[in-house]
């Protein structure tokens, strides 16, 4: 199974393709999208477009089974959460189109997930995934993040699929 993992962004998307077999991970590949806040592209719509094209080739090219994107935190900052929460509204919109399954996830589960400790550094993250999905190289921390929600998603998608076949009250 292919699982797609997406932390969203308006500047940089990061996305990363892992392959899931059993309790097994493999990396696939991993990028980032960038939109540029330039006078090429200064418009909220247009740089919303970039990012839908760039996750519909990511996601034509490695053909997921499921994706899985990051939630929005609140910040101090309401125009930037907005920008991020339009970001986010693609980066679910995009496999949901083709009929992939969609997860979320909030940063601490990924966290806790990955490294175990639900406030984990980035630097802790990037460890971990490393030690999940050797040799991978990261293209961007955002990058390594989507990575991060991909393996966090196969973690959880596998806990549930256990869950499903054993008998009631054996859990």
């Not at 991993?30 to 330039?38: E, H, L, Q």
């Not at 418009?43 to 760039?54: F, I």
Request: proline share 6%; hydrophobic share 45%; aromatic share 4%.
């Amino acid at each position: 199974m292919r699982v797609l993992g997406i932390d969203p962004g308006l500047r940089n998307t990061g996305w990363g393709v892992i392959f899931v077999d059993g309790p097994r991970l493999r990396h696939i590949a991993n990028g980032v999208i960038k939109t540029a806040a330039d006078s090429a592209t200064p418009d909220l719509a247009q740089r919303l477009a970039e990012l839908y094209r760039g996750l519909t080739a990511v996601i034509t090219a490695y053909a997921p089974d499921l994706a899985a994107v990051e939630q929005t935190f609140v910040n101090k900052d309401a125009v930037g959460t907005l920008k991020l929460g339009q970001a986010r509204g693609i980066a679910l919109l995009a496999p949901a189109l083709v009929g992939v399954p969609v997860g979320e996830y909030a940063p601490n589960a990924v966290k806790k997930t990955v490294v175990g400790v639900g406030h984990a550094g980035k630097e802790q993250v990037q460890h971990m995934v490393r030690v999940q999905l050797p040799g991978v190289r990261f293209e961007s921390p955002d990058a390594a993040d989507a990575l991060a929600i991909a393996i966090c998603h196969a973690h959880h998608m596998q806990g549930r699929a256990l869950r499903e076949v054993l008998p009631k009250g054996a859990a």
